[in-house]
């Protein structure tokens, strides 16, 4: 009986880990995108006068991070210059003309309620170079 209440207590507290599939993408460059900001933390709008842009960031697997691009758009397409795997991230920065006026936190890809649909990673790997020098032996 304590080994069938042991097992159900384990897989009631392993479920919120199960709720989000993590996957991990193979791409040597892949675009990312995010739903547009347009309210303030508070619920309220974006004043007309404000913009909103974003900033992009990596991950490695040493958790160094890496600011890759600011965009005003909602999408950008990353190129990873290295081997590894790699989270990413993006903040939103409020801007009125050139004032800097806030930013929010970093939302990483592998934050479930965040993403959609699930968590996600990108590995990259460099192709090697195309084999040269062919001859009939």
Known sequence: MKIRIFILLFCLLLSPFLSHAFTWVAANQADVAWDAVTTLMDGEPVPA?????????????????????????????????????????VKAVRYRGTEWLGASAISWSD??????????GITSYRKPAKPQGMRMP
């Open 49 to 89: 006068t404000d913009t909103i842009k974003y900033k992009v960031y990596l991950k490695d697997e040493s958790d160094t991070i890496s600011e890759i691009q600011e965009t005003d758009q909602v999408q950008l397409t990353i190129t990873f210059p290295i081997d590894g795997k790699f989270l990413v991230g």
């Open 111 to 120: 934050a479930g309620g965040v993403t959609a649909p699930d968590p996600f």
